[in-house]
């Protein structure tokens, strides 16, 4: 419900809005309405406003600030000042005589004083003349003019952005017809007339977003892989926000964005021509930046020319790429980096027919977390036939690799390279010749074979550490496999040794004993963190001032050497954003650590279960709830190998600085063979209270074992208590139990923890309980999968199935069994806490 009426009674409208309310209205104002439409004959003048069934847009005409000029516009109801959308921005009205309705012709028209009109929907159709049409301000801001008949829509102003990106917008751009829709920027913050700065979606070869200044880009975002625009530094913690780019059946791109946080953002493109990211605050009354691009040097496109590098790390920022050198070395030393670089040496292709070089073959050289140039040509391919494809041609000058795009190509000029310190870009790939990478060998040739005697060294030490621990236990590492009565077995547990004999040890940086010592100074119990799968957890800090947490195999015990390598296989070969990276390892004097990256926010359970703190609200938790959800996907299907983490637990749920979830402690998770889905143990190992009942009675685990433990995690995370907390409980039937009963008795509010609670993220919240609920099913195979998981969560698929009863594990301790009703009146099996 909304209303036209003046302003004055504007906030009685917005307060009152029940039936007396209406009541009141209709009889002490004859011409208000309680709707957000506009109807023929219905005559919208200069000071009438209408307010979306949302409450969060106005409609009406507005005065920029600093301007007497009147517009009409669609603004944020919270603030005048915040106009989301002009109609009339290059034909304002001069005084306050002008209308807004619909013409006879049904368009939406603006007439000023002298019934002239300056602005028209300019729907034209053959039945135009007494077309009988309304209009509708919806709660997304958009403003749609539609047949009474109900024939679809005829016109909506979110097809004619203004500056403003609002929610369900559609920017799109189809590279058959050349047909767009971007966003302006005003020409000045009095003037909303076109300005010379516009923002949208370029989908010729892979869809990036582009900032343009009268049509020359200024900044890009790098490609988008599917999930990610991979050149935006924080896409993650606002990718929660329903970001999407999708290719529809005629050939269209469009990129849409959902806003599913609690606060109210906008999105705009300044007069500057930078992309502003803003939340409201209620309490200050302002808005509070919370993203924007262009934001340093190095975001503006081409900042350091063609083959040029830009990191805004380094001093210079500017570095040509490796095997190429300034093309004008005066004007590149003073700072005038707009020539770039030019190559060094002739590549293979290039050398001259006659020469003896000429069947030497190019090299690649690699940088990490780079934002891949502009022009990018592609081919779906593997990661491993992108280099010889590069190789294969001649004008291919690199080439990169991104899952969900697959190879990356560049020839001709290499234009806006961007490397980042963290959290965004590829892995790049150079085509240098092969002298530059002899040359660069022998000036490094004894650092690297110093390396390479210690790697060497320390390999050897690994491997007899590994072999004695094998010898001792009389059996392989893969001893948990045997007795199972899966079929491919053997070919799993071959699997596993090869994945053993090809842990890339050299990959892996290492860290002298010495160096770990001063780092944690000393293993000073100050600087304990706690207790990891095999050994206690320090917190250090290098000489570089980097911050670590160094995991430490206990000495004196012989366990955990099984553990310690099975982390070192399995981490060292994954890389996901929602995985925890391992820096390094230190092998020396009977010492055994792995170095990771500290955890500014530490663990999960350091801040849900403390009822004391209200850090954590809905999008944190709603952010972490899908972050863990990606992460085991990428586990389960996405990684090289395929791995079953086999002891998810809010623990080992590690937050960064900006609460993204990391999953950690994969001492015993399990690498599966390509067509195996279940495998059995004899030894059970994991967390009561988080394990699948077919894995504590009968030692089978599978993907969905790891879905169970998810569900257990979402349900924690929205009632903010351990699932152990509910031993005590009168109702004695544990936390899954409590959970399946409130469900049944459609009593879930009660479930939801109470620093959460919100009626705006309500519908929201009750999603993650159904979805955690059918995670933590009994039967295995009723469990979603983790991709159906993240398609629930992100609401791609809409109508969830109704769960079935789950699997009242959470009880364990061991003790004994007991028998308990449910709330549905099933006799179920629990096993009772003390
Ligand atoms: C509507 O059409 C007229 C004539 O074709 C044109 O001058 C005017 O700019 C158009 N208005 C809008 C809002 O597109
Ligand atoms: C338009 O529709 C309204 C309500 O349905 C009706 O009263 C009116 O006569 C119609 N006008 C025309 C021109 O058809
Ligand atoms: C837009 O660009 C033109 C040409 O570069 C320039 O003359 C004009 O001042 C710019 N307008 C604004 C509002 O900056
Ligand atoms: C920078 O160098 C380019 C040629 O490479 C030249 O056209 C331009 O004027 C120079 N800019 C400045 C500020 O010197
Ligand atoms: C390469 O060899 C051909 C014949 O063998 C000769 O005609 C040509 O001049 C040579 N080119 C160069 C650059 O030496
Ligand atoms: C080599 O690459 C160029 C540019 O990417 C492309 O046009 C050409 O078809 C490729 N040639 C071959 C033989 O693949």
Not at 39 to 60: K, M, P, R, Y
Not at 366 to 378: A, G, R, S
Not at 573 to 599: A, I, S
């Amino acid at each position: 419900m909304a209303a036209i009426s003046t302003r004055n009674s504007l906030r009685t409208m917005i307060s009152g809005r029940n039936f007396l309310a209406i009541i009141f209205c209709l009889f002490s104002y004859g011409f208000c309405l309680e709707t957000d439409t506009i109807n023929a004959g219905v005559v919208l003048n200069d000071s009438a406003t209408i307010v979306s069934s949302s409450e969060i847009f106005t409609l009406g005409f507005f005065s920029p600030n600093g301007s007497t000029r009147r517009y009409l516009g669609i603004w944020y109801t919270v603030t005048k000042d915040t106009v989301a959308w002009v109609a009339n921005r290059d034909r304002p009205l001069n005084d306050s005589s002008g209308t807004f309705s619909i013409s006879a012709d049904g368009n939406l028209v603006i007439m000023n004083g002298n019934q002239e009109i300056i602005w028209s929907s300019n729907v034209t159709s053959n039945s135009t003349s007494g077309r009988n049409t309304t209009a509708q301000l919806l709660g997304t801001g958009n403003l749609v003019l539609r047949d009474v008949t109900g024939s679809g829509t005829l016109w909506e102003s979110h097809r004619y952005p203004t500056n403003t990106f609002l929610p369900a917008m559609r920017i799109f751009h189809n590279t058959r017809t050349g047909q767009r829709v971007s966003l302006n920027s005003w020409r000045s913050p009095q003037d909303p007339d076109y300005g010379n700065f516009s923002s949208g979606l370029f989908a010729v070869g892979i869809p990036q977003i582009y900032i343009w200044n009268n049509g020359r880009p200024i900044w890009r975002s790098g490609p988008w892989n599917g999930r990610v625009l991979t050149g935006v530094t924080r896409m993650y913690s606002v990718y929660v926000d329903g970001f999407s780019v999708a290719t529809e059946e005629d050939g269209t791109v469009v990129f849409t964005r959902a806003f599913r946080q609690q606060a109210l953002m906008t999105n705009y493109l300044n007069t500057e021509g930078v992309l502003v990211e803003a939340a409201w605050d209620n309490q200050k009354r302002k808005w509070n930046p919370t993203w924007q691009a262009p934001i340093d040097d190095c975001d503006f496109y081409n900042k350091c020319g063609p083959f040029g590098l830009c990191y805004s790390n380094n001093r210079p920022k500017c570095s040509c790429l490796t095997g190429y050198e300034p093309k004008n070395k005066e004007e590149w030393d003073s700072g005038n980096w707009s020539g770039g670089c030019v190559k060094r040496k002739p590549l293979q292709c290039d050398r001259d027919n006659n020469a003896t070089d000429k069947h030497k073959v190019d090299k690649f050289v690699k940088i990490t977390l780079v934002k891949v140039p502009d022009f990018i040509q592609w081919s779906t391919g593997i990661e491993t036939e992108c280099e010889g494809l590069c190789l294969g041609n001649c004008s291919c000058r690199a080439y990169a690799y991104e899952q969900g795009i697959g190879c990356m190509f560049w020839s001709g000029s290499l234009i806006d390279i961007q490397k980042f310190s963290r959290d965004a870009g590829s892995d790049f790939f150079v085509r240098v010749a092969y002298s530059e990478h002899d040359e660069k060998k022998d000036k490094k040739v004894i650092i690297i074979s110093c390396v390479v005697a210690t790697l060497v060294a320390i390999s050897f030490c690994l491997l007899l550490s590994w072999w004695w621990m094998s010898r001792r236990r009389g059996r392989s590492v893969t001893l948990e496999y045997e007795g199972g009565e899966v079929g491919q077995l053997n070919s799993s547990e071959i699997r596993l040794h090869n994945a053993m004999d090809k842990v890339n040890v050299e990959e892996l940086p290492l860290y002298s004993f010495e160096m770990v010592e001063n780092a944690t100074n000393n293993f000073d119990v100050a600087n304990k963190l706690g207790m990891g799968g095999f050994g206690p957890v320090f917190k250090g800090k290098l000489e570089n001032g980097k911050e670590i947490a160094v995991k430490r195999l206990s000495t004196e015990s012989g366990q955990g050497l099984e553990e310690f390598m099975n982390e070192v296989v399995v981490i060292s070969k994954l890389q996901h954003r929602n995985l925890v990276r391992l820096l390094g390892c230190c092998v020396e004097k009977d010492e055994k650590m792995l170095v990771y990256e500290y955890m500014q926010n530490r663990s999960l359970d350091v801040f849900l279960f403390d009822g004391s703190n209200n850090i954590l609200d809905w999008r944190k938790r709603f952010n972490i709830i899908e972050g863990i959800g990606r992460g085991l996907l990428y586990l389960h299907r996405d990684s090289r190998l395929r791995i079953i983490h086999r002891d998810m637990k809010p623990s080992n749920i590690l937050l960064d600085e900006d609460w993204n979830p990391k999953i950690s402690d994969f001492g015993m998770a399990r690498i599966f063979g390509g067509n195996q889905n279940q495998a059995n143990t004899r030894r059970v190992v994991g967390t009561y209270g988080y394990m699948a009942p077919e894995y504590v009675m009968g030692g089978r685990f599978s993907e969905k074992s790891d879905v169970f433990s998810f569900g257990i995690l979402v349900l924690e995370i929205v009632s903010g208590r351990k699932n152990t907390s509910f031993y005590s409980d009168e109702l004695s039937l544990g936390f899954l139990g409590y959970s399946w009963k409130l469900w049944n008795e459609e009593n879930v509010l009660d479930l939801i923890d109470q620093r959460i609670f919100s009626s705006s993220s309500l519908a929201e919240i009750m999603r993650c309980i159904h979805i955690g609920l059918l995670c933590v099913q009994e039967i295995p195979v009723n469990r979603p999968s983790m991709s159906t998981v993240l398609s629930m969560l992100s609401s791609e698929i809409f109508d969830l199935p109704v769960p079935e009863h789950p699997g009242f594990m959470d009880m364990w301790n061991g003790s004994h069994f007991k028998t308990a009703e449910s709330a549905n009146k099933v006799t179920i099996t629990v096993l009772e806490g003390r």
